[in-house]
C-alpha cells in the first residue's frame, strides 16, 4: 500500500523558513517522480514543484521559484522542499504527491496523495 | 500557462441523477488530462487519467471524455458517498494547472 507522510509543517513567521519532509513507503521510491501541491484554506488547489526520479531535474511555480527547493534521497525514501522568505499567501496545506510514474506524462501525473501538513504564515 | 476552467462551480443534485461536470482548457492537452475527487479534510483521490481511462479501483459509474481543450466527467447516477468538490487538472507540460473545482451536494 503507497503511504506518504509529509512532516514540518508549522506556524512561521513572515520572512521565515521551513522544510517539510515527506517520508513514502508501499513503492519503489526511486522510480517515481515526486511532487508538491498546495491547497490554501478554503481555496482550491496549486502545484508547487515537481523533481525526477534522480533529483537532476527540477520545476517549480512561478509563485515560489527563487524562494522553495525541492529535493529528495532515494536511500532514505524521502522527498523534501524547502521554503526559505516565507510569506502570507504561502499559508496552505502542502500535499506531497506521488507521480504516476518516471517519465513521459506519466512523470507529470500524480496517482497518491498524501494526508498534508499545515503551514501558517502568520505574525 | 495552460489554464483550466470548469463548470458549474457548484451544483445540487439528488441520489440517482446523472451528473456531468465540465472543463476547458485555455489550449490544446491532447488527452493529458485528469480528473479529482476531495472530500472536505481529505487530500485528493484520483479518479481518471488520459483523459477517459478509469483509474484503479474507481467504480464505473465515474467517465470521462474529451481531447484538446473540452472535457467532461460523468457520473452516471450519483450516490450520496459522492458529495466532494471534483478538480479537473492537466499534465500536458509545466506548470501543472488545476482547475477552480466543482462542489457537488447531495439534495
Known amino acids: 500500500e503507497v503511504q506518504l507522510l509529509e512532516s514540518g509543517g508549522g506556524l512561521v513567521q513572515p520572512g521565515g523558513s521551513l522544510r517539510l519532509s515527506c517520508a513514502a513507503s508501499?513503492?519503489?521510491?526511486?522510480?517515481?517522480?515526486m511532487t508538491w501541491v498546495r491547497q490554501a484554506p478554503g481555496k482550491g488547489l496549486n502545484w508547487v514543484s515537481s523533481?525526477?526520479?534522480?533529483?537532476?531535474?527540477?520545476y517549480y511555480a512561478d509563485s515560489v521559484k527563487g524562494r522553495f527547493t525541492i529535493s529528495r534521497d532515494n536511500p532514505r525514501n524521502t522527498v523534501y522542499l524547502q521554503m526559505n522568505n516565507l510569506r502570507d499567501e504561502d499559508t496552505a496545506i502542502y500535499y506531497c504527491a506521488k507521480a504516476y510514474g518516471g517519465s513521459g506524462g506519466f512523470f507529470r501525473l500524480i496517482d497518491y496523495w498524501g494526508q498534508g501538513t499545515l503551514v501558517t504564515v502568520s505574525s | 500557462d495552460i489554464q483550466m476552467t470548469q463548470s458549474p462551480s457548484s451544483l445540487s443534485a439528488s441520489v440517482g441523477d446523472r451528473v456531468t461536470i465540465s472543463c476547458r482548457a485555455s489550449q490544446g492537452i491532447g488527452n493529458y488530462l485528469a480528473w479529482f475527487q476531495q472530500k472536505p479534510g481529505k487530500a485528493p483521490r484520483l479518479l481518471i487519467y488520459?483523459?477517459?481511462t478509469l483509474q484503479s479501483g474507481v467504480p464505473s459509474k465515474f467517465s470521462g471524455s474529451g481531447s484538446g481543450t473540452d472535457f467532461t466527467l460523468t457520473i452516471s447516477s450519483l450516490q450520496s458517498e459522492d458529495f466532494g468538490t471534483y478538480y479537473c487538472q492537466h499534465y500536458d507540460s509545466y506548470p501543472l494547472t488545476f482547475g477552480g473545482g466543482t462542489k457537488v451536494e447531495i439534495k
Open positions: 508501499g513503492f519503489s521510491f526511486s522510480g517515481y517522480a
Open positions: 523533481i525526477s526520479t534522480s533529483g537532476g531535474t527540477t
Open positions: 488520459g483523459a477517459s
